[in-house]
């Protein structure tokens, strides 16, 4: 159980996110869930020096379709990072199971093939609610935490360009 502030970071030991492109591709299930997430993904983005014009935003139509979005965004888009917004939450059969499965394994395996790294922002929770405290609610904001994620990882995969310095 998360019992830290997922919104919470220190912005002096972030790298300056102006240099870098960001893909965020975001699951229309739970829409004021992944909607919050992506909200406060962007405004950190921006908070750490992004431009608002590096940040391409798509929508797939739920969390098992956000493999192939993020696919789609490495190979077309020129990003540095992308992160992978979603929400499942347990219902009464191995939906669940299977969705979070897939999801996980997806991204994993995105990670593995390209040069780009894909944050995973997808909450997995048993109940409504949790993921409202996840969102936005009194645990923070997942966005925000993968947001910081990606902004770290955009910086080591350039770390071998002769002006980027990790800077954290």
Known sequence: ????????????SIPNAKPFRFGIVVSEWNPDI???????????LLDCGAEESNIVSWDVPGSFELVYGCKKMVETQKVDAVIAIGNVI?????HFD???????QGIVDLNIKYDVPVIFCVLTD???????DRSGGKLGN?????AV???KMAAIKNLDKPSNTLGF
């Open 142 to 146: 997942k966005g925000i935490e993968c």
């Open 90 to 94: 347990q219902g009464e059969t191995k």
């Open 149 to 151: 994620a990606a902004i």
């Open 98 to 104: 299977f969705v979070c499965d897939g999801v996980t």
């Open 34 to 44: 992944t909607g919050n997430m992506h909200k406060g993904a962007i405004e950190t």
């Open 126 to 132: 048993n109940i409504k609610q949790q993921s409202i």
């Open 1 to 12: 159980m998360a019992t830290t502030n997922l919104s919470y970071y220190d912005k002096a």
